[in-house]
């Protein structure tokens, strides 16, 4: 079946400009999570959603991030006044139910470059 | 807080040679974890997992065992081939169904296969 799809794949912007990243989970999958691959950082969790719930935002780099996931499917990671630190791959992971033993499935990833 | 520490290469090895790549955690409460390959082009997929002490996780050849004692997870395969060439993340997640269910990462390791 079809795996996780997250667009665009590129994404080049301005500095200062605000982008929307797009994520589609694999059918059925009621958890999803962002992380964020620099390689500075190295990948980072950002935030996770059991259905459209996220309980805990504190991953999320700054207050110009923000997510949101609506009828427990698609979810949008949003950059608001976008900053050169933001340049990286946004991947996006599905699995069936939250949970440590649940396996992760990624998407290919967005490359976001800042200029 | 939780951390995953692996050697980050690049680890150059010739075809059929024995693999290990070292991975060793720390982690509040009881996590499971995960080895995740990457390889060229490519998105994360799960290489292998183990959810407790003692289990081993096996996949295409690859072994690790989780130890609690040492709290490492090792991964070990015995004959090496030009495919497996990528990058592979060690990572671990404890689950808590309160927020913590995001994977913790090591840097990764680059696996370069020579034939």
């Known amino acids: 079946g079809a795996g996780v799809s997250q667009s665009p794949s590129n994404k080049v912007t301005e500095k200062g400009k605000d982008v929307e990243l797009r994520c589609d989970p694999i059918?059925?999958?009621?958890?999803l999570y962002w992380y964020r691959q620099s390689l500075g950082q190295g990948l980072e969790f950002l935030i996770y959603?059991?259905?459209?719930?996220?309980?805990?935002k504190s991953g999320l780099p700054s207050d110009r991030f923000s997510a949101e996931r609506t009828g427990g499917s698609v979810s949008t990671l949003t950059i608001q006044r976008t900053q050169q630190e933001d340049s990286a791959v946004y991947l996006c992971?599905?699995?069936?139910?939250?949970?440590?033993?649940?396996?992760?499935?990624f998407g290919p990833g967005t490359r976001l470059t800042v200029t | 807080g939780n951390s995953v520490t692996q050697m980050e290469g690049p680890v150059t090895l010739s075809e059929e040679a024995f693999l290990t790549i070292n991975c060793t955690y720390t982690?509040?409460?009881?996590?499971?974890l995960f080895w995740y390959v990457q390889y060229p082009g490519e998105g994360l997929q799960l290489l292998l997992k183990?959810?407790?002490?003692?289990d081993k996780g096996s996949n295409k050849g690859f072994e690790a065992t989780y130890r609690k004692e040492t709290t490492s997870f090792h991964l070990e395969k015995g004959s090496v081939q030009v495919s497996d060439s990528a990058v592979y993340f060690c990572?671990?997640?404890?689950?808590?169904?309160?927020?913590?269910?995001?994977?913790?990462f090591g840097k990764g390791t680059h696996l370069i296969i020579q034939p």
């Open positions: 992971a599905s699995s069936l139910t939250s949970g440590n033993s649940y396996e992760q499935y």
């Open positions: 059918s059925g999958h009621t958890a």
């Open positions: 959603f059991q259905g459209n719930s996220a309980p805990d």
């Open positions: 982690a509040t409460g009881y996590p499971s």
């Open positions: 183990a959810t407790k002490a003692d």
């Open positions: 990572a671990l997640s404890v689950g808590s169904g309160g927020g913590a269910d995001g994977l913790t």
